[in-house]
């Protein structure tokens, strides 16, 4: 028993990074350099390949010209408190999130091995029998009863990015969609590939607001504009039954909602991104320059285990759970648990 409360209580770590949004109706898919997004899309920008010896890859990148902006919000929850002005460099950003075609081109090129699909390390897991340190993922499982908050999170075995939902399920049809099962080393895995690196959170942030500076959302300060949805999200009495009333249960496509001010989609919504920020309770109250450069000395724990920002929000979102599907919104979570509401983008900074 004790074995199982142990291997619960990883899992509710996982659960930390549950997001939250609302209730709207169906939005209208982006289109961009490389066409339209969306079902039509195949998941992969044009010139998509691994990098050359000279020059990162730069397919289905939007470049962002920097500059200084309030990072946080002093309306939403403490942890995105207090808001100061940061400016940024200029930096390239994936137009949407890595899709599952992209990553399989990764994996295919490089042959790959997710964290979800090794072993459980013994020393993450303390006191789990070592017969259960089977490969494993975090999945998202909608009980058929009231339970605690979080109960409905389960570590599934043979659950991963190829296995979204665990054995018997799959990613046929879903090529496009954006890829999940990634725990932070996986995502850094392949943004080198690419010769790139994951986003800063003030990065990231910047990116998602647009040019929208101070704005509660990507598009403005309204959840819904003219009952269009602007976000895949939650839709019913969470966590029982999402209703797809956004046109969408589960993740979408990338690209079926419109583009920010800076040509990006799916910023919020969706699923959640990782960052390569350390976490921390609160934001600095004093102003930063281009704070990527200070954290990047102080970015590695022992072992890997310090908690990573993410950002961004999930299909999970729930009008009556919580509302974090804002660019302000920031979770932590731990870089060696995947989860089925997590994915990322990447970035090439401009120096």
């Known amino acids: 028993m004790k074995a199982a409360e142990t291997a619960l209580r990883l899992v509710l770590a996982a659960a930390l990074a549950l997001g939250a949004g609302t209730a709207c109706a169906a939005g209208r898919a982006a289109a961009g350099s490389d066409g339209p997004l969306c079902r039509g899309y195949s998941g992969v920008p044009q010139g998509f390949a691994a990098t050359g010896d000279a020059e990162p890859n730069r397919a289905g990148l939007v470049a962002v010209k920097g500059g200084s902006f309030t990072m946080g919000s002093r309306d939403g929850y403490p942890e995105e408190r207090e808001p100061h002005r940061v400016q940024v460099q200029d930096f390239l950003i994936d137009r949407h999130e890595v899709t599952n075609a992209q990553f399989a081109a990764f994996v295919k090129a490089t042959g790959y091995v997710t964290r979800a699909q090794r072993p459980l390390d013994a020393w993450a897991y303390p006191g789990v029998p070592r017969e259960r340190l089977?490969?494993?993922?975090?999945?998202?499982?909608?009980?058929?009863?009231?339970?605690?908050?979080?109960?409905?999170?389960?570590?599934?075995?043979?659950?991963?990015?190829?296995h979204p939902r665990g054995p018997g399920s799959?990613?046929?049809?879903?090529?496009?969609?954006?890829?999940?099962?990634?725990?932070?080393?996986?995502?850094?895995?392949?943004?080198?590939?690419?010769?790139?690196?994951?986003?800063?959170?003030?990065?990231?942030?910047?990116?998602?607001?647009g040019g929208r500076d101070g704005a509660a959302y990507p598009w403005g300060n309204t959840p819904a504009v003219q009952g269009r949805a602007m976000a895949n999200s939650w839709q019913g009495r969470f966590p029982f039954e999402d209703d797809g009333?956004?046109?969408?249960?589960?993740?979408?496509?990338?690209?079926?909602?419109?583009?920010?001010?800076?040509?990006?989609?799916?910023?919020?919504g969706n699923v959640w991104e990782w960052t390569r920020d350390r976490w921390r309770e609160r934001h600095a109250q004093d102003g930063a320059d281009n704070p990527m450069e200070v954290r990047l000395a102080q970015a590695e724990a022992p072992r890997g285990t310090q908690p990573r920002v993410i950002k961004g929000g999930s299909f999970l979102c729930a009008p009556d759970f919580c509302?974090?599907?804002?660019?302000?919104?920031?979770?932590?979570?731990?870089?060696?648990?995947?989860?089925?509401?997590?994915?990322?983008?990447?970035?090439?900074?401009?120096?």
């Open 323 to 351: 509302v974090r599907y804002r660019p302000a919104s920031r979770q932590p979570q731990d870089p060696l648990l995947a989860t089925q509401h997590l994915g990322f983008r990447t970035v090439i900074n401009l120096r």
């Open 170 to 209: 799959g990613i046929e049809g879903l090529e496009n969609h954006p890829v999940v099962h990634v725990a932070y080393e996986d995502a850094q895995a392949y943004a080198h590939w690419l010769g790139r690196e994951l986003p800063s959170e003030a990065q990231w942030e910047y990116a998602a607001r």
């Open 245 to 268: 009333a956004d046109g969408h249960a589960g993740t979408a496509p990338v690209g079926c909602f419109e583009a920010n001010g800076f040509g990006l989609v799916d910023v919020v």
């Open 134 to 162: 089977v490969p494993s993922s975090v999945v998202f499982v909608p009980p058929q009863r009231p339970t605690p908050a979080y109960g409905w999170w389960q570590l599934v075995p043979g659950a991963d990015w190829r």
